[in-house]
Structures are given as structure tokens and as C-alpha cells.
């Protein structure tokens, strides 16, 4: 077997989600085993093992060695798989920091660019940097440059001259990735030692090597200011490369001229080439030397001005991947302007035409801890859309205590109550994949993506008109082209001048494309200009987009006379009436229709289309499909197949197809054994459930305001949020974390109490371990909520956020009235106190005050629980006289995610909306137990916000009976 044939299948044989683990805190071979048990037991098979914030080892020391070592021996055992993630926290190439140390010639580098007016520079304290250019600068357009060799030469300089001073910058918080030895030392830190120590279960039960958010330099010089990538030989190398001496003309990538644009364009190309060469390449070649797959992501797919200046040349990383990888964070899809799709696009386009049968995104970070699955599902079900088939959730931590719980959040781990059903996730993922792993991506448009373009317009210390109208052209086409569901790849001209023209058809790959878009562009090289030339010659069709007042005809170049030339003002129109004329398997018609997205795939000879509503209303629209015979839909939520029902009209069949909001699902050709839908009256008889009642197992009541006197220097008590500005673990490139003690003192509150303490605990962040806690004057002592041994297993609520809370017995020292609770902490308190136990909690403005249980109300719990995450029980019953072919029960709005049990089985679970069960094959004539479970994320807990959780009102019950044929003819 080849080695690219070994990573095409094991590629294939990866089952996500694949989280990122963080081992983030102190780590025994136990917690291994209990996490990867606890992991197995959702249904995930493999995981990215990440040195993270917390470690209580030294990064790369044998501790930490033998902790990776016990993850590879206990996945092994379980039958999982582990990837490498090659970096402590992020960005990946510093190996801890320890390449800079090792030699600071490592460190990353940078031009900062000076410019100033002749006349203006002291020359008696001016310092030359590593080249020296004056220009001439009229009306704002450089029209000439002149190189100055030392500074005698610059005194003897005269005229109207702005003199360009590049001085050479260290960047003490990241690594040179434009040069191959600071690189080498980085994999010689790391994937050497691994290997050395691990080798043998590398392409075994060592998977991957994941490299995190690498980029041509790092955030800390700037996003929009006078620097440049620039490495010791960038201007050697860049002559051996273009055949010019590029110093003399740095002053373009600021000003225009005679010229720039196209030295703007080699500048970039070359950043872009020297770290996809001398960082991936070099590092994805060590991994398919040594049999493992190489992927991960750069720093900033989007937006595009930013692309470029931190990597250069996206589509040159994703070659150089076996599995090419994007980034996405937060909640939002497409609508935020910081999300566009060019970025995704750009990672599955290159696994489509460059045979790689996975496109990987590591999603979900940075979403906080008030995330629910409909969350997950709308951005994972947004990126498959575009052809991502390998989900990296972000992330599940070994520990949220202390500061941990603030790092890029959310935990999908056992800290969350959600972790209960994160096994319907999985198998939701799972569905989405069986469908879109395998087989080929099918579509007729190519669009050519802008590069050189974009790189000819950038300038790095503000937004230019021309790259801002060649971002704008590319997207809108792009969205257009999606709007109106016409499949599309982006490919760059490497792609492009690889591509062979057959009958008519540009085949790249797999692919064969009909037609080639051409974005609005202010600059293309000769050679590019050439081969749409060749290209047009040979037959393939091509549109190429323009400003209005362009192209003049006269200008033309002969050959690409026969290709059709748009004014980007008419792009929409364009693309819409394309839309319709276009020969495609499937097209979606009716109001509405817009919000729909389709990806289209052919597997064991059938076709496959993903559809996605992406709206968050219902919409029903009208589809025809040809070359589907025997269509049938593939539901993700339950796998399970349903014919589609329609009729054929023609050579064509026509079928009306309904979404939920937000629902995906997929239509499949060739499924000939597919169940009829369940045909049903539309209306149902309604049915009472009755002795409706609820059960909180226990209430939490957190105080987050303190009077705080600082230790240092007492004096008037300071009023505090401890949620304000909270401590906090500093970036790993920051070396001067904040000194947190300068916060130590005594920090006071106080709690109402109106009802019975006995039974009440604190229940404590691990923080309070290295704090003195008083209550009503009386010291308590705090001891683990869960005994840090083997053999522990104490369920909630003994513990409430983290197995390593800390907790003590106080309900004999509150009383009734107002009581006292005084901290006295080391270093900054950036945690509540908790009360835990039988009670309501009464919240006016800041004031917090325990209150007997009384009679809940069930549909709004947060107004007696505002701090409380978990599960809530709902029960009841109903009565059925007969048997009926459907019983649907529909909790309505649920916060955030819905368990059924009938008669005491698992009907099954909802993670989203909508929140209907059918209850028919678990039921009985007579009285019928029905329990709702019901669980909310952790924001009221961890974040103390009172968010409204569990069922919002009162569900229904509704029975209906089998329609009659003619209801339901189509």
C-alpha cells in the first residue's frame, strides 16, 4: 500500500465528533481511564489529547510524556484512537516557548516600516534598519523609488524625497515560521520526541497530528499597521523566485504606482509560499514519512483582508494537508460579517478536486457556557452544507476549576448537564457523515478565487478600495450561487493551470465543471490572463465579472472573446437566471426558497443532496428532481429512510418539501424499499394529562456580591462583582501575567435566610481550597466534594461544577436573618459562594434570600431557581380508551434539551426544536405513566445569569387516527 493510499483510508476510517481533551490540570493515569470511559460511553471514538492551560506538568518534560503515554496505553485498550495536538495551548511552532529560548533568532520576525519626509529625519539620531528606500510621492502614487545601500548615501541625498526605513522586529511571543530551521527545531521538539517515544502505534492507535492556528505571523504585532512578514533570506529567496530585487520597491505596498499592483502581488505570494513551504509542507512531509495524518488550521480564515495578511495563501496550506482544516468560533453563521463562506469553501473545494475524501473544522469554541445543541446543530449543519465532513468540537475539559472554566469555553464534558445527551449528538454526526463521507462531491460551477487579485490590492495598513470590491464581488457571488442552490467549488489558478478541458468540461480531479466563474478582479498576471485564454480556446464556458465601466471590447484579448463578460452590479440577476438555465439534478422552487442550501454527492451509484434550512422559520418549497429514480428521505435525527412522495412530470419528479426551522435532511436516489410516509388526519383528538407535577432535586443559591478590604492596604470596604473582571489565565505568548495577589484580602457577603438550614452545604470552587471561609463568625473546614481516589463516584449534588469542588456541612451555623460569610483569599476571588440544599431562592436586584419551599411554578422554574443547572422531572398521566396509530405528545418550547420515558421506557430524547415525541408504539389502553426530563446548559450555574429553563408551558397530548386515501392525494 502506498503511503498516500494509507492516509486515504485511514482518513476514512476517522468516525467524529473528534474533540480537542484538554488535560488542563493536575492528571493522574485514574482520570484517564475515568474520562476516556466516560467519553467511550457518548459514543466517541477518538480525541485530540491538548496540553492546555492548567497543566500541572512542564510541557515536553517525561511527566508529561507519561501522561500522553497513559491516554495512548488506555485508548488502546478501549479500542479508541488519539490524535497529537503538536502544540502547548496555541498558536502551534513555540513548542511551549521553548524555541525562542533555544536560539532568539527563532523568534518571529517583521519588517516595521518607517517613513517620514527627508527633510523631516535627524539624521544625527537616525538608525538604518535592514534597507532603506526613498520614494517620490505625488498626489498619493509613488513615481519612482531609489535604494539607499548605507547612510552616506542618505545624507547625500536631496529633493522632495520620503525616505522608507525597515527596521527588523522581534516578536518574542511566536516563531519564525517563514524559516526552515526555526521550524526544524520545533519538530524536532515535538514530533521527533513523540515519535521517539511513541512510534509504534504511529498509524495505529495514533491517528493525527493537529497543528492549531499557525500563521505567518502572530496577532500581537498588529492586524492593520506599516509591519511585514520578512525572514533572514525573504529578499534572496524572493529574487531566486521572481528575478528582481524587491527592496527597491516596498514603498508600492503602501502607495500606488507604476507597477505595484503587481509587485503587491509577488510581496504576498511570497510570504504565503515561504510558510506554506517551509512550516506545513515541512511538517506534513515528517507525517506521511512517519504514517499519520497531518491537519489543522491557520490563524484567520476570515475575513478575507486578514487571510491574507496572516497566511498568505490559504488554498497552499490546504495542499499540503491530508485532511485540510478550517476554524469556526462562536455561535453565528452565515449573516455575521466576520462569517463568510470562503474560508469553508476554500477547505472542502481543495479536498474535492485534490481527492482528499475529508474536510475537517474545528468548531464550537469561544461559544460560552450558555450553548445548547441547537447551537451545535445549526453551525455543524451550515458547514456540512459546504462540503465539511470531519467535526472537531472545541473542547472537553479534564477541569473547569479555577480559572480553567474562563478559557474558551464551553466544556461538552461531564461538568455540563447537557453531557447527559451528548450521545444524540454523536449519533446525529454520525448520520451526517454516513451520507457525506465516501464517494464524490458532484457539481457543474468552478468559481476562480481572486488571489492574485487580492493580494495586488492589499496594503496592510488600511482597507483598499479595490480589495474591499474584490472581497465584496466574491462573496456576493458566492451567496448567490448558494442562494439560488447552485453547487460550487473554489479553486485557485494552481488548480486552474493543472486542469485538462475535455468535450467541453474542465476536469480537476473528480470534478468536472461546466462553467467557470470569474470574480471581479484589479489585477491578474500574464500567465493567468494566458490560460483563461487557453481555456476559452479549448471550449470551456466562462464568465468573467467586471466593474461597469469595464472591460472596454477594444481591450479584449482576442481569445477570450467567446467567454460572456457581467457588470458585478448584475451579478444577482445573473446568477438567478443562471439558476434556471443551468441543467441541474435538483432545483428548489417557491417562497422562501432562498433559505434552503444544497450539497450534492453521488455514492454507491446514487445520488445524494443534503438540504439545510437555514432560516429559523418553517418553509415549504416545491423540488424537481431528474436522474432520481426511487427518491427517498434520509432523516439525520433518526436515521431512518421515508419515500418521498410526488409525481413524475416528464422526465422530472415533482415533490413538496417541508422544513422546520433549522432542519436538514437529505434526499436519496435508489432506495426502492423505502416505508411509505405515516399517512395521518390532520386533526388530532386532544387528550388531558393530569396530576401534572415537578421536582428540582435541589436549589443553589451564589453569591457573587462582596465588600472587598484589601490585605495589602486596608481601608474602606470596596463594593464587588466577583464576576467583573474576573482572574484569569493569560495567553501562553504574554509573559507577564498579571500578578493576582495585589487582590488579596478579605472579601464579605451576606445571604437572607427565611427558611429551615438543616441540610444546607457550601459547595465551593476549588479556589476556596486556598482560602479561609467563615460563616457567622465560625470557621469552617472545607474538604473535597468528590475524595480525589480511584474508586470515587459521588453523583450530584455533592458536587456542582467540577469533580473538584470543595464543600462543607454549614447548615447548623446559618440562621434565620441576615448571615455573614467572610473570605479570607490569597489572591483575587473570581468565584460565588454557593448555598446548596432545600430551598427557594428569592432574587431582588443583588439580594439574595433562601425561602421555604412552596408550590412551584413549573413553567417558569428560574423565578425559584435562578442559579440552577441540571435536570428537572416533570410527571403525569393520561388515560387512553383504544389504541391509536399516532400519539404525539409536544413539550412546545424546552430550555434546552428533552427527555420521554412511557411506562418507564426511553421513548427518546430531543435535542432542538421541535420538541414532539411519538408516544404510540410505548403505550397502553388505560392510565399511562409519562416522566419528562429535562435539562438546561450551565449558564445559571457557572455564569449566574437567571435564564428560563425546563418546559415553558404545559405540553399536549393529541392522538390521531388514519387518514382516508383520498386526504392525502398528491
Not at 504511529?202 to 492593520?224: H, N, Q
Not at 444524540?424 to 451526517?432: C, I, N
Not at 428569592?842 to 431557581?865: A, G, I, M
Amino acid at each position: 500500500m502506498t503511503p498516500q493510499k494509507h492516509l486515504t483510508d485511514l482518513s476514512l476510517q476517522i468516525q467524529s465528533p473528534v474533540p480537542f481533551w484538554f488535560i488542563n490540570g493536575q492528571v493522574e493515569r485514574w482520570h484517564i481511564s475515568r474520562e476516556l470511559d466516560l467519553l467511550s460511553s457518548k459514543g466517541i471514538k477518538e480525541v485530540i489529547v491538548h496540553p492546555r492551560y492548567g497543566l500541572a506538568v512542564d510541557y515536553l518534560s517525561d511527566e508529561w510524556f507519561a501522561i500522553f503515554g497513559w491516554c495512548l496505553e488506555e485508548a488502546k485498550q478501549r479500542g479508541m484512537f488519539i490524535w497529537i495536538y503538536d502544540e502547548f495551548n496555541w498558536p502551534s511552532g513555540t513548542a511551549g516557548m521553548t524555541v525562542q529560548k533555544i536560539n532568539p533568532q527563532y523568534q518571529s520576525k517583521y519588517l516595521a516600516v518607517e517613513h517620514l519626509p527627508l527633510r523631516e529625519i535627524d539624521l544625527n539620531r537616525f538608525e538604518p534598519g535592514v534597507c532603506m528606500v526613498a520614494a517620490n510621492i505625488e498626489a498619493g502614487v509613488v513615481t519612482k523609488t531609489k535604494l539607499i545601500q548605507n547612510i552616506d548615501e542618505l545624507i547625500s541625498l536631496t529633493g522632495s524625497w520620503t525616505i522608507f526605513n525597515c527596521k527588523l522586529k522581534y516578536d518574542p511571543y511566536y516563531v519564525d515560521t517563514l524559516s526552515k530551521e526555526a521550524v526544524d527545531c520545533f519538530k524536532h521538539l515535538t514530533y521527533d520526541e513523540y515519535y521517539k517515544r511513541f512510534g509504534s502505534e504511529f498509524g495505529k492507535t495514533i491517528r493525527a497530528v493537529f497543528t492549531d492556528e499557525a500563521s505567518i505571523y502572530w496577532v500581537s504585532v498588529g492586524y492593520d499597521d506599516w509591519n511585514l512578514p520578512y525572514t533572514d533570506d525573504y529578499f534572496t529567496t524572493f529574487r531566486e523566485r521572481f528575478g528582481y530585487d524587491c527592496r527597491s520597491k516596498i514603498p508600492y505596498l503602501f502607495y500606488p504606482g507604476r507597477d505595484g499592483a503587481a509587485f503587491r502581488a509577488d510581496y504576498w505570494d511570497h510570504a504565503g509560499y515561504l510558510f506554506n513551504e517551509r512550516y506545513h509542507r515541512n511538517l506534513a512531509e515528517w507525517c506521511r514519512n512517519h504514517g499519520i495524518i497531518y491537519t489543522g488550521h491557520n490563524n484567520h480564515e476570515e475575513p478575507l483582508r486578514y487571510q491574507i495578511r496572516f497566511q498568505g495563501d490559504m488554498f497552499g496550506a490546504m495542499r499540503t494537508m491530508d485532511i485540510p482544516g478550517v476554524d469556526h468560533l462562536g455561535k453565528q453563521t452565515l449573516g455575521n460579517p466576520w462569517i463568510s463562506i470562503i474560508g469553508h469553501k476554500i477547505c472542502s473545494s481543495e479536498g474535492h478536486f485534490d481527492g482528499k475524501p475529508r474536510a475537517m473544522s474545528e468548531s464550537f469554541g469561544v461559544m460560552d457556557w450558555d450553548t445548547t445543541f441547537t447551537h451545535l446543530k445549526r453551525v455543524t449543519d451550515w458547514q456540512y452544507a459546504q462540503g465539511i465532513n470531519l467535526l472537531v468540537p472545541h473542547a472537553v475539559f479534564h477541569t473547569i476549576s479555577g480559572m480553567t472554566k474562563r478559557e474558551s469555553p464551553p466544556s461538552f464534558f461531564y461538568q455540563s448537564p447537557l453531557w447527559e445527551d451528548l450521545d444524540y449528538f454523536v449519533q446525529y454526526v454520525r448520520h451526517l457523515e454516513e451520507m457525506l463521507c465516501g464517494g464524490k462531491h458532484t457539481c457543474k460551477v468552478a468559481v476562480l478565487y481572486p488571489l492574485t487579485g487580492l493580494w495586488s490590492s492589499y496594503q496592510s495598513d488600511r482597507k483598499t478600495s479595490e480589495f474591499e470590491h474584490t472581497d465584496n464581488s466574491l462573496n456576493t457571488l458566492c451567496l448567490e450561487l448558494i442562494r439560488n442552490h447552485i453547487d460550487f467549488d473554489i479553486i485557485d489558478f494552481q488548480a486552474l493551470s493543472e486542469a485538462v478541458v475535455d468535450k467541453g468540461k474542465i476536469k480537476l480531479g473528480d470534478e468536472a465543471y461546466e462553467l467557470l466563474l470569474v470574480p471581479s478582479t484589479p489585477f491578474m498576471r500574464p500567465n493567468e490572463v494566458a490560460r483563461l485564454q487557453e481555456l476559452a480556446m479549448s471550449g470551456a464556458a466562462m464568465t468573467l465579472f467586471h466593474k461597469a465601466m469595464e472591460p472596454i471590447k477594444h481591450n479584449l484579448p482576442d481569445a477570450l472573446r467567446g467567454a460572456a463578460f457581467v457588470p458585478t452590479e448584475q451579478m444577482p440577476a445573473f446568477i438567478e437566471v443562471l439558476g434556471r438555465q443551468i441543467e441541474q439534478d435538483l432545483q428548489i422552487m417557491g417562497a422562501g426558497a432562498e433559505d434552503i442550501m444544497v450539497y450534492r454527492r453521488e455514492k454507491d451509484g446514487k445520488r445524494i443532496a443534503f438540504l439545510l434550512n437555514r432560516s429559523e422559520k418553517h418553509r415549504k418549497v416545491v423540488a424537481l428532481l431528474r436522474d432520481y429514480p426511487d427518491p427517498a428521505i434520509f432523516d439525520p435525527e433518526t436515521g431512518f429512510y421515508t419515500r418521498l412522495e410526488g409525481r413524475r412530470i416528464g422526465t422530472r419528479f415533482q415533490a413538496q418539501l417541508r422544513f422546520e426551522p433549522n432542519q436538514a435532511y437529505f434526499i436519496v436516489a435508489g432506495v426502492p424499499d423505502a416505508p411509505d410516509p405515516v399517512r395521518l388526519q390532520h386533526q388530532g383528538i386532544s387528550l388531558q394529562l393530569r396530576d401534572f407535577t415537578v421536582h428540582v432535586p435541589f436549589n443553589v443559591a451564589s453569591l457573587y456580591r462582596f465588600r472587598y478590604t484589601a490585605a495589602h492596604n486596608p481601608g474602606e470596604p470596596e463594593e464587588l462583582d466577583v464576576r467583573t473582571s474576573p482572574r484569569y489565565i493569560s495567553c501562553n505568548w504574554d509573559p507577564n501575567p498579571p500578578d493576582f495577589s495585589q487582590y488579596a484580602g478579605v472579601y464579605e457577603t451576606e445571604v437572607t435566610v427565611e427558611c429551615d438550614t438543616q441540610g444546607i452545604s457550601l459547595i465551593l470552587d476549588k479556589d476556596f481550597a486556598e482560602c479561609t471561609v467563615w460563616v457567622n463568625d465560625v470557621q469552617v473546614s472545607l474538604e473535597p466534594c468528590v475524595p480525589d481516589e480511584e474508586a470515587s463516584r459521588e453523583p450530584k449534588p455533592r458536587w456542582l461544577t467540577d469533580w473538584q469542588d470543595v464543600r462543607a456541612d454549614v447548615g447548623d451555623l446559618l440562621k434565620r436573618g441576615v448571615n455573614r460569610i467572610r473570605v479570607l483569599s490569597p489572591t483575587k476571588l473570581s468565584e460565588p459562594v454557593r448555598l446548596v440544599g432545600d430551598f427557594h431562592v428569592r432574587l431582588v436586584d443583588t439580594q439574595v434570600t433562601l425561602t421555604p419551599k412552596t408550590e412551584t411554578q413549573p413553567f417558569r422554574l428560574e423565578s425559584d431557581y435562578p442559579f440552577y443547572s441540571g435536570t428537572v422531572t416533570y410527571r403525569t398521566q393520561f388515560e387512553l380508551d383504544r389504541s391509536y396509530p399516532s400519539l404525539v405528545l409536544d413539550l412546545g418550547d424546552v430550555r434546552d434539551a428533552a427527555s420521554v420515558y412511557v411506562n418507564g421506557e426511553l421513548v427518546g430524547k430531543r435535542l432542538w426544536a421541535p420538541y414532539r415525541f411519538e408516544l404510540a408504539a410505548r403505550v397502553s389502553p388505560g392510565v399511562n405513566e409519562l416522566v419528562i426530563e429535562v435539562r438546561n446548559n450551565p449558564a445559571n450555574l457557572i455564569l449566574g445569569q437567571p435564564r428560563p429553563f425546563g418546559l415553558r408551558a404545559k405540553p399536549t397530548l393529541a392522538a390521531y387516527l388514519e387518514a382516508p386515501v383520498d386526504e392525502n392525494r398528491p
